[in-house]
Structure formats: C-alpha cells, structure tokens
C-alpha cells in the first residue's frame, strides 16, 4: 500500500520545462502573455505543484509570483481590509487585525492542513482553487469579498459572489491575468461574525460542511437588519444562501427564527453521496445544525442576547 500511494503521488516528474521569477508585477503579466495557455502562476504551490504531478493540469512554464514587493501585507484602508495575494492563511489567522475585525476569517484561516501548510498557502490561492468548501472563500463571502484581477490593460475587481463559476473554475484568465488583492468591509459596531467547521478530525482533513455567516443587528428594534450566510460543499461552488438571508431580513432576534432559519437552510442545498464526506441525508441533517450555530454566534458576537 505505501508503495501504491508513493507511486500515485510522487513517481511523476512535474511536466515543466521554464522555471520564471520575477521582479514586478508588469514582467509576470508579460510573462504569462508570452507563454499563452502554457504558464501557471505559483505563489504558496500547495496545489499547484499536486495538480502537476497528478497531470490535472498541463503547464510547461511556471510563473513564481512568490517575490513580488509588496503583495505579502495585511492592510486597512478607511474600513476596507486588503491582503495581498502572497498573504499565507498563517498570516490572516494569527493577524491582530483580521482577528479583531473579522474574527470569522482567522479561524477559516487557521483550519486549512497544518502548520507546515499555512505557513506557504495563500488565502488567494484558496480562492483561485475554487473549491465548494474551502475554508477562507466560505468566510470571505460571507464578509462580502472582493478580488482584483490586475492584467497588462489595467486591473478589474470582482465581487466574490461572482467570482467563481463552476468546480474548480472561476473568472480569473489565467493567460493574462494575476489575482493581486483580496478586498472587505471589517466588522463594524452591531454585526457579528462566526465559522463552523464539521470534519472527522481538527487537521489534515477536508472538511464534511463549512458554514459562516456575518449578521448585522438593529439594536433598537432587535431585529437582523441582514445577514449573509455562506454555505459549503452543498453546490458546485462556495454558495451564498440567499434566499435564507432574506428571510431573516427584518425578523426579530430570536433562537425560534434562527431555528425556522436553519431548517429553511437544508431546502436550499443539495449536497452529494460522498465516500469522504458523508451521505446527503447525514449533510442536510448537519446543515441545520451549523447553519442554527453559525447565526447563534454571529449574534452572540455582536453583544445582543436571543430570545427564547
């Protein structure tokens, strides 16, 4: 068995024939223009070095973004948090302003493999990856992310929500363009932000469900004024339920609306039959009860206390 696992992981040579590192950010746009549909930028290479020895991807030239000045920092700018691409999830989860201003992030952050691959993988690798349930895009979008995707023409930014498109798949061109930032409004006075995790253990393993959700209460009338609620692997993508969230949009704070919530939830959703994960009746089961916990916390969070 341990000569069949070694075989399957590491007997195939990585199909690269141009290894590039460059300077700035201008020379790897123009580095990916010259080697049109056979470069692949590599920051952390947690997955990237994998996909090429399993042959899921072709690339013949590797683009190291990995030195760029400046794409490493952990910024605020007015209420806006920006990381940069290089930004590892060890950075975001141990950061004293991700935790203070979106606490949520910094424990997706701190979830992913184990130390060793927190210390290299970046948070916008995680994005790019487009996993249903990778555990910083489930935080970000509930945070309302955005991303910017700089090219030789300029640079555009996407929301998160319209970001990825499939399995794997997402708006980024990856023969012209580099994901250079992560953009989102920190936490504010009233809202409340939470991250659930449901796994077979704490490390080295995908998650079952991932669940976050960011409310935003009205202390006055307490009720939720919104939430957003991030939900996954339920769908081929990190997946926002909106139609709960609007639900919730004006209900009273209360642990029988957050139950009707949480319910509601699990007809949204349509997890698979997984060998890894767990059965979809088991998921649907566990949907409710992230989903119930996720916003209990959020609230918790804010400083306001649930109605009966």
Sequence with gaps: MATAFRALHWSNDIPVTAYHLPASLPEALELLERFPGKARVLAGGTDVIPELRRRDSEAEVLVDISRLPGLNRITQVGEEIRLGALVTHAQAAASPL??????????????????????????????????????????????????????????????????????????????????????????????????????????????????????????????????????????????????????LRGAALSREVIREAAAAAVAECSPRDSLLRGSCDYRQEMIQVLVRRALQKAVERTGFSLEA
């Design 98 to 247: 991700i935790r203070e201003r979106a606490g949520l992030l910094a424990e997706g952050a701190d979830a992913v493999g184990s130390p060793q691959i927190r210390n290299v993988a970046t948070v916008a690798g995680n994005l790019i990856s487009a996993r249903p349930a990778a555990d910083t895009s489930l935080p970000l979008l509930a945070l309302g992310a955005s991303v910017v995707l700089a090219s030789r023409t300029g640079e555009r930014t996407v929301p998160l929500t319209d970001f990825f498109l499939d399995l794997g798949k997402t708006v980024l061109n990856n023969d012209r363009e580099i994901l250079t930032e992560i953009r989102f409004p920190g936490l504010q006075a009233y809202q409340g932000g939470s991250y659930f995790r449901l796994s077979k253990r704490k490390a080295l393993t995908l998650p079952m469900l991932v669940a976050a959700a960011v409310v935003t209460v009205d202390p006055g009338r307490k009720i939720f004024r919104e939430t957003a609620i991030a939900l996954g692997p339920v769908a081929p993508t990190p997946y926002r339920a909106l139609p709960v969230e609007a639900q």
